[in-house]
């Protein structure tokens, strides 16, 4: 299985673990770091480091919230491991997705998390669509419709 582990701006590692944990319960081996201010790469690359191998995975997929930032330097130094990639502009969808196919190879997982991401980026419109007429609301207990 792919290891999952999260590098963000605090509290931002810790709040995207729990979102995961709301739909993945099961999920409780994913490595967080939460970065917080004014951090220096060098002064926490040291813990991130052993956070990440407290995984014991062979291969180990990585999210981070910005790219560039304090994070994602971090998650770039721990990237020039084998079996270590970092895919930056986490989001709930993403990890989700990454979730779903921790049992795939990680080049695989690294295709479906950045599919999740960007799929799951949307405008949503506040109106009804086009061409859809709105079902009446019904009371009666033996119609058994159920509007969606």
Same mark, same amino acid.
């Given at each position: 299985?792919?290891? =999952?582990?999260?590098?963000?701006?605090?509290?931002?590692? &810790?709040?995207?673990?729990?979102?995961?944990?709301?739909?993945?319960?099961?999920?409780?081996?994913?490595?967080?770091?939460?970065?917080?201010?004014?951090? &220096?790469?060098?002064?926490?690359?040291?813990?991130?480091?052993? =956070?990440?191998?407290?995984?014991?995975?062979?291969?180990?997929?990585?999210?981070?919230?910005?790219?560039?930032?304090?994070?994602? !330097?971090?998650?770039?130094?721990?990237?020039?491991?084998?079996?270590?990639?970092?895919?930056?502009?986490? !989001?709930?969808?993403?990890?989700?997705?990454?979730? !779903?196919?921790?049992?795939? &190879?990680?080049?695989?997982?690294?295709?479906?998390?950045?599919?999740?991401?960007?799929?799951?980026?949307?405008?949503?419109?506040?109106?009804?669509? /086009? !061409?859809?007429? /709105?079902?009446?609301?019904?009371?009666? &207990?033996?119609?058994?419709?159920?509007? /969606?």
């Amino acid at each position: 299985m792919t290891g =999952l582990f999260i590098i963000a701006h605090a509290p931002l590692a &810790s709040a995207l673990r729990a979102a995961a944990m709301h739909a993945f319960p099961e999920a409780a081996a994913i490595g967080v770091y939460d970065v917080p201010p004014g951090a &220096s790469t060098e002064a926490y690359q040291a813990e991130a480091a052993a =956070l990440i191998a407290a995984l014991d995975t062979p291969e180990t997929l990585i999210l981070t919230d910005v790219f560039g930032a304090t994070p994602c !330097n971090i998650a770039r130094h721990l990237a020039e491991r084998p079996g270590v990639r970092v895919l930056a502009g986490v !989001n709930v969808p993403m990890l989700w997705r990454a979730l !779903n196919y921790r049992q795939k &190879s990680l080049d695989e997982m690294v295709v479906l998390a950045l599919a999740g991401a960007s799929q799951g980026v949307m405008q949503v419109a506040v109106s009804r669509p /086009q !061409n859809q007429a /709105q079902k009446p609301i019904s009371h009666d &207990s033996i119609d058994r419709h159920h509007q /969606q």
